[in-house]
């Protein structure tokens, strides 16, 4: 039994991910894909598959007050109060 044991045996899984820099801005690499988080937020920054190297997915994420300043967010004119 594992759970709530604390003489249980710690199973050791073998992974080739790695995890280097610094805090929020960290860099993730395995060998399928490579990610980097935002250097002052932490949040996604680039994901890319180390199969299609030259077409990485860039994240473009804005702060709330911006989204609606740069249409991100829209509402429909045909919903009402009622849905």
């Known amino acids: 039994m594992y759970y ?3 003489d249980a045996m710690v199973k050791l899984y073998q992974t080739d991910l790695r995890i280097q820099g610094q805090e929020p801005g960290l860099q993730i690499d395995n060998s399928a894909l490579s990610i980097a988080l935002h250097p002052n937020s932490g949040h996604l920054d680039q994901i ?3 199969s299609k190297a030259d077409f990485p997915f860039i994240t473009d994420w804005k702060p709330m007050g911006h989204a609606l300043e740069s249409g991100y967010l829209c509402s429909s004119p045909s919903m009402d109060a009622h849905g």
Request: hydrophobic share 15%; proline share 17%.
């Open 4 to 6: 709530n044991n604390p």
């Open 48 to 50: 890319t598959l180390k």
